[in-house]
Structure formats: C-alpha cells, structure tokens
C-alpha cells in the first residue's frame, strides 16, 4: 500500500509538474529531468523497504546513496545556472528537494516534508510574482509542485507516522544484492520411500533402538559435555565482548553521510550584461563596483568577512547566504534583499526604496536622511537593527520587532496581529 500511494503522487501532481517543465523548456525542463530520477530512486528504495527487514546501518547508507546523488545533483545544477532567467524556478526546486530525506527522520517525518515545503516558498512567491501576469503556465508549474510536496507530507502521515516502515517479511537486503522476490507457495512434501531406507523391517529395528535410548532415563545425560564456569557469559565477562546482534543499534542514518566533501570554490568578481556577480569573496574589504548603470543588478553570493563598495544607483542588490558581509552603496532603483544571511550590514548614502530581510540572522541597517520613509519588510529573521541618523553623525539603534500577539476575531472570523515590545 505504501508503494502504490507513493505511485499517486509519481503518476498525479509529480507528473503534472513534469509537463509543465517541457513546456516551459530550457534550464526548468533540463532540471525536472533530475527531479524526475530523484523520486524514480525514492520510489526503487520504498519497494526495497516494501519486500524486506531494515539493513545493517551501513547497508542503508549504500541504498540512499541514489537518493543523495540525485538531489546533490538538483541543487548543483542551480548553482551552475545562477544567470538563468528561471533561477527561481531551479531555487524553488533546489531549496524544497531535501524533502525527500524524510526515510532518514524519525519519529515524525511528516512535519519535516511540510518545513522543506516552507523552504522554497519564497522562490515560488518569486516566480508568481514574475510570471503570474505573463504565463499561467508558470502559476500552474508553481502549483504542482507545492502539491506534490504537500501530497508527500500526506502520505508520509498515512504510512510512516513515525518514521520509514520496513515490512520485517525477508531478510535485511545486502548493498549490491537484489532483494529477494516475494515468497510463492511452499513445495510439496517429499515422498517417503520404504524401499531405499531399508524395508519395513529395519525401520521396526530402528524404532526399538529409539525406545531403548529414552528408557534410560537419566543415563541419557551422561554423554553431554558439562558447561564449566569459564564457559558461562554471566560469569565469564570477556565472553561478551563484540557486537550483541540482539541489540538494536542507536546509530541515526541521514542522507548526509553520505554527501560528498565540500569543494572550496574560487571567488569570482566580474560583470555578465546586466548583472555583477560576487561570490565566494573571503577576507576581502576591497571589492569595489563602479561604472555601474541604472538597470545594473549586484548580486552577492556566500561572501564570507568582505566588504563590497557600489557607486552610483543602480537597480537592486543582493545578498544570499553571506557572513559577516557589509555592502555600502549609493541609491538604489528597486530593492535591497538579504537571504539566508548571517551577521551582515548595510549603508546607503542616497536612496532606497525597500529593503527585505528574509530567514537572515543578524542584520545591521544604516539609513541617510533621504531613505527614512522606506519599506523594511521582514520574514523568519532575527536580531534586525535601524540605525537612524542623528544629524549629528551619530544614529540611534532601533530593534526591528520579533514577537508578536496574534488574537481571534469572533466577529468576522480573521486574524489581528499586534507587536510585544521586549522591554529587556
């Protein structure tokens, strides 16, 4: 039954998703090949789990290894194609796509599928946001996939509440051996023949002798060995040393053991048209864009303790997954956003118009006289900061909010949200 309703999703939502993507074509049909071959693993490993006992921990990490490849393989692709004009449909994928390590969660798999959900919900906002007015098929593409993943969450629940179901019917499979085909009928029994065991006459004989061993009695135990004190565990410690095969194992397997060592890439700094690319920038506090153009776009990309420089107004700029990074710059057209951030900052000279901080942790943002009506707009981030100027070249330091009060509206059945000040 697991194995059927996983077929549902394969053959419903996932299906849908799939032809969306070759009529979108390009990097988003290229990219729904792999997703494709990453549920085709899941779905060989769940009718592994269907005909068989749970492996040794060591085999099961040989049998996620598709699994692994494959989404290591989804999120590679995104970050080769960076320039593509659909990177939000590839991060979309590439930010929800761990889902499929919910056979490594235990005891509630389900709540994890819902959370990689989540993750990629802020590239599918993007893309409707992008595309929603300019082809519906990218509003139908975005919801398939949301489907398909909220169809695995559904199906987790209903057939692994607590974690992946081994059906314990054949052996534990072996990494690089089929598993066994499901068992058929006993075979008949064989047929006793009198003849070749000697006749009638030696089987009577022998049915005495058995008769005379058991009236014996207790000089039946006289040839068994005797079990000395050396020989027995509970008196005898060294004889329990090595692994107890009865003993179930504490070891957790993830699909993270599994994951290749982690490449240390090259920093880049150079223009690609419109866009300026910055990425895998450490130490440095000289990097310096200028002769930039008003429909100029800066995007930075897991700097690390570096310093980025902008002159003149340009059209946005971003900063997905840095450290420790600062950014000073000019005016802007649009926006400036902060991803996946982690102790960055920010300072504007001129204007901006919005700035959105998203999942950051750690945000410092120094605003001129001329930017104080902007927009800040913020989304599962902490330790947010607006440091407003004095006039006199020094700022006070307000703390963007974190908690709020949500109450119920009995009158019209909605929702009234309220900021908690922390006085601390």
């Known amino acids: 039954m697991s194995v059927l309703g996983f077929s549902d999703i394969v053959n419903g939502p996932l299906a849908q998703y799939l032809q969306l993507s070759a009529q ?38 040989n049998f996620l290894v598709p699994t692994s490849d494959s989404i290591r393989q989804i999120q590679e692709f995104r970050e080769k194609h960076r320039t ?13 796509i761990p889902a499929l390590g919910w056979v490594t969660v235990s005891p509630t798999p389900g709540p994890f ?23 519906k098929k990218h509003f139908d593409w975005t919801k398939s996939w949301v489907q398909t993943l909220s169809d695995l969450q559904a199906f987790v629940k209903q057939y692994h509440t607590t974690g992946l179901v081994w059906s314990g019917k054949g052996a534990p499979p072996k990494a690089g051996v089929p598993p066994p085909p499901p068992p058929g009928c006993p075979p008949p029994p ?15 004989q022998d049915r005495s002798a058995l008769f005379a061993e058991i009236n014996k009695g207790q000089d039946i135990t006289k040839s068994l060995k005797k079990v ?37 890439k090259a920093p880049i700094f150079n223009q690609d048209g419109k866009k300026w690319m910055i990425e895998y920038q450490k130490g440095n506090h000289n990097l310096l864009v200028e002769n930039a153009e008003m429909n100029n776009v800066v995007y930075l990309f897991k700097c690390e303790n570096s310093t980025v420089q902008i002159k ?29 951030c982690q102790s960055v900052q920010m300072q504007v000279m ?10 950051t942790d750690g945000c410092q943002v120094y605003l001129s006289p001329e930017s104080l009506d902007v927009n800040i707009i913020t989304s599962k981030s902490s330790e947010m900061n607006v440091l407003i100027p004095k006039g006199d070249g020094d700022y006070t330091e307000i703390p963007v909010p974190e908690q709020f009060r949500t109450s119920v509206n009995t009158k019209n059945n909605t929702l009234t949200t309220v900021v908690i000040e922390n006085k601390g």
């Not at 593509?84 to 929800?96: C, D, K, P, T, V």
């Open 312 to 340: 003149g107004k340009i059209n946005s700029i971003t900063l997905d997954s840095c450290k420790k990074t600062s950014v000073v710059f000019d005016s802007l057209v649009s926006s400036m956003e902060f991803i996946n």
């Open 350 to 359: 001129g204007k901006v118009p919005t700035i959105s901080i998203d999942k």
């Open 228 to 264: 000395t004190d050396d020989m027995q565990t509970h008196k005898n410690p060294t004889l329990r040393q090595g692994p107890a095969p009865f003993k179930a194992t504490t070891q957790q397997t993830s699909l993270s053991s599994v994951k290749p060592a982690q490449v240390e």
């Open 84 to 96: 593509s004009q659909y990177f939000n449909h590839l991060s979309a994928i590439s930010e929800s």
């Open 190 to 204: 064989p047929v006793l023949d009198l003849a070749s065991m000697g006749g009638a006459g030696d089987a009577s």
């Open 113 to 135: 599928v819902k959370e990689m959900n989540d993750a990629g919900q802020f590239y599918t906002n993007r893309v409707l946001k992008d595309w929603k007015e300019k082809d």
């Open 24 to 61: 979108i074509g390009g990097d988003v049909a290229e990219h729904s090949n792999l997703v494709k071959n990453a549920f085709n693993a899941q779905y060989k490993f769940l009718e592994l789990a269907s005909q068989s006992s749970k492996p040794a921990p060591n085999d099961l990490n």
